[in-house]
């Protein structure tokens, strides 16, 4: 799934590591979410929306949407 | 956990993340050396204690003789060691470590489950020594950590 999580870990000038220690998570698990290599759970996705105040759809691009609405 | 999670997310001091994964990283290598001490005395126990001309690495286990008291001891350790730790442990670990760990588990008893039956034709067919217990466990754990280490390096 694609993400702007790295995006908006730039804008924060925050490394894998800051991230993934503020998430409670591995700094592996920060770069597999990123890379889209990994979807993270509803409850991390809850919790990187509240650290970075936006909304999960704002993060977290909902590539079945377009087809849903067809 | 849910307090240090708390203050992490609203903590604006730099580096408190860093800091964080750092001692996260330092406990997760400290529950990898307790399962690796942990193995070591059980298996030094096994090897002090069995008694005969067999040997577990060889699947000549009809061979082994070993005290019923130390049989109980090393069983209950296995399922500690096999069982009751790593589930305590995934409680700790990220979802991914966990995602990656239930799939590299269910594949090694899939290669059990499938190893048996292939082995054994292939041992009917006299291609192959019958098939014995310790090399079904063995086809097991080499197939379940040679995926973790693969789905570790592609994540």
């Known amino acids: ?70 | 956990m849910m307090n240090m999670r708390k203050m992490t997310m609203t903590d604006t001091r730099d580096n408190i993340g860093e800091q964080n994964l750092r001692k996260r990283n330092r406990r997760t290598l400290s529950w990898i050396a307790i399962g690796l001490i942990f193995g070591l005395i059980v298996g030094f126990i096994l090897g002090f204690y069995e008694e005969g001309e067999g040997n577990f690495l060889t699947g000549d286990i009809a061979n082994i003789s070993l005290d019923p008291a130390i049989a109980i001891l090393i069983a209950i350790a296995f399922i500690i060691g096999l069982v009751i730790y790593p589930l305590y442990t995934l409680k700790h670990v990220d979802e991914l470590e966990v995602h990656i760990n239930a799939n590299a588990a269910a594949f090694g008893g899939l290669a059990m489950l499938v190893g048996f039956p292939v082995w054994q034709v292939l041992a009917v067919g006299g291609l192959l020594p019958d098939p014995t217990a310790i090399g079904l466990f063995a086809i097991g754990f080499v197939v379940s950590m040679g995926l973790y280490i693969w789905f570790k390096i592609r994540a």
């Open chain 1, 1 to 70: 799934m694609k993400n702007r999580l790295k995006v908006l870990r730039a804008e924060r000038d925050w490394s894998q590591a800051e991230l993934a220690g503020r998430l409670d998570v591995s700094r592996q698990a920060v770069n597999a979410i990123e890379t889209g290599k990994y979807d993270p759970s509803l409850p991390l996705a809850f919790r990187i929306a509240r650290l970075f105040e936006q909304a999960i759809e704002e993060i977290f691009d909902d590539e079945y949407a377009e087809n849903d609405n067809d």
